[in-house]
């Protein structure tokens, strides 16, 4: 087989890893230790649910609207049956394939830059933030594979309250200092899109068989990160050389100094830092916007419970 046949998505589909979860969930870390693995094509947040999932309402409605906790959505949902929108439900059949055929052309392009002398079919590994559209990535590719990574919502939220912060990493990226008055409200926010986000992972998980998918939980992750790693491998196939010496080269505790603290990308690492991060009434706030996907998705105090699925 040609070097570009091994190379063609729409041949190797079942080749396709996402990961899927909510952002500050570790998944950069994951990532870096997969592209270490032989014929792993790393695909480092190419935001492709941002472009198709617009969040709707916009962020302002959480300070500005007169209920707390606005219903989120997207566009994608609320315009699919208007026959003039561009992904209109009706009209799939002619938007669907060649939407599928824009994302494997650009996924093969970093393939082509990634994989120097390796000789086999590789493996794209897609981070991609945007899972709020996780079901639509899932169904446009069905036989892609995919890994959940799933961490406790509050822990998510507090890393993200965190970069919202005067010198934070996340401020050339668009996020701002936030003000005092501010804080509530954007928790809600954030916990908002970490439940809908979660949600959406969840029904993306549960349409693939056990063979398609693993459930990964940061937690676990960061206790017993080679484990981790060979549990992804073992299912999708992927050659495990030397998961632990990985782990331990990516481990937190060997960042250098610079490269990690309350204002790098690496923060905390610290499971359950939100209880001193977080004020009662931020808590209160947390809580009551996101408590019943984390229940759902076990979440407790003070155990984690195991997802069942």
Same mark, same amino acid.
């Given at each position: 087989?040609?070097?570009?046949?091994?190379?063609?998505?729409?041949?190797?589909?079942?080749?396709?890893?996402?990961?899927?979860?909510?952002?500050?969930?570790?998944?950069?870390?994951?990532?870096?230790?997969?592209?270490?693995?032989?014929?792993?094509?790393?695909?480092?947040?190419? /935001?492709?649910?941002? /472009?198709?999932?617009?969040?709707?309402?916009?962020? &302002?409605? +959480?300070?500005?609207?007169?209920?707390?906790?606005?219903? &989120?959505?997207?566009?994608?949902?609320?315009?699919?049956?208007?026959?003039?929108?561009?992904?209109?439900?009706? /009209?799939?059949?002619?938007?669907?394939?060649?939407?599928?055929?824009?994302?494997?052309?650009?996924?093969?392009?970093?393939?082509?830059?990634?994989?120097?002398?390796?000789?086999?079919?590789?493996? !794209?590994?897609?981070? $991609?933030?945007?899972? /709020?559209?996780?079901?639509?990535?899932?169904?446009?590719?069905?036989?892609?594979?995919?890994?959940?990574?799933?961490?406790?919502?509050?822990?998510?939220?507090?890393?993200?309250?965190?970069?919202?912060?005067?010198?934070?990493?996340?401020?050339?990226?668009?996020?701002?200092?936030?003000?005092? #008055?501010?804080?509530?409200?954007?928790?809600?926010? &954030?916990?908002?899109? !970490?439940?809908?986000?979660?949600?959406?992972?969840?029904?993306?998980?549960?349409?693939?068989?056990? $063979?398609?998918?693993?459930?990964?939980?940061?937690?676990?992750?960061?206790?017993?990160?080679?484990?981790?790693?060979?549990?992804?491998?073992?299912?999708?196939?992927?050659?495990?050389?030397?998961?632990?010496?990985?782990?331990?080269?990516?481990?937190?505790?060997?960042?250098?100094?610079?490269?990690?603290?309350?204002?790098?990308?690496?923060?905390?690492?610290?499971?359950?830092? +939100?209880?001193?991060?977080?004020?009662?009434?931020?808590?209160?706030?947390?809580? #009551?916007?996101?408590?019943?996907?984390?229940?759902?998705?076990?979440?407790?105090?003070?155990?984690?419970?195991?997802?069942?699925?």
């Amino acid at each position: 087989m040609s070097d570009d046949a091994r190379r063609r998505l729409e041949q190797h589909e079942d080749r396709l890893v996402w990961i899927f979860g909510s952002s500050r969930s570790g998944s950069t870390w994951l990532l870096r230790m997969l592209s270490e693995l032989a014929g792993v094509v790393p695909i480092d947040d190419p /935001h492709i649910g941002h /472009h198709l999932g617009v969040w709707r309402p916009i962020p &302002l409605a +959480w300070a500005a609207s007169e209920d707390d906790s606005p219903e &989120l959505t997207t566009l994608l949902e609320l315009k699919r049956e208007e026959p003039g929108y561009f992904f209109a439900e009706q /009209h799939r059949e002619s938007w669907w394939q060649p939407l599928r055929s824009l994302i494997q052309a650009r996924f093969e392009a970093q393939a082509e830059e990634s994989l120097g002398d390796f000789e086999g079919t590789p493996t !794209w590994v897609v981070k $991609e933030p945007g899972s /709020h559209v996780a079901p639509m990535l899932a169904d446009l590719f069905p036989r892609s594979k995919l890994v959940f990574l799933l961490r406790d919502g509050r822990d998510v939220v507090d890393s993200w309250l965190a970069a919202y912060r005067e010198g934070s990493w996340a401020i050339p990226g668009g996020a701002f200092p936030v003000a005092p #008055e501010g804080r509530v409200p954007l928790i809600r926010w &954030l916990a908002s899109v !970490w439940a809908y986000r979660t949600e959406a992972a969840l029904e993306a998980f549960r349409s693939r068989g056990p $063979e398609d998918r693993v459930l990964i939980r940061y937690e676990d992750l960061r206790e017993r990160p080679a484990a981790g790693l060979e549990r992804i491998c073992s299912t999708f196939d992927i050659e495990p050389a030397s998961a632990a010496e990985i782990a331990l080269r990516h481990s937190f505790e060997r960042l250098p100094d610079d490269s990690r603290g309350p204002l790098r990308e690496a923060r905390a690492a610290s499971p359950g830092s +939100w209880r001193d991060s977080l004020s009662a009434e931020e808590q209160a706030a947390l809580h #009551e916007t996101l408590g019943e996907t984390l229940s759902r998705v076990g979440y407790r105090e003070p155990d984690v419970a195991s997802l069942a699925v």
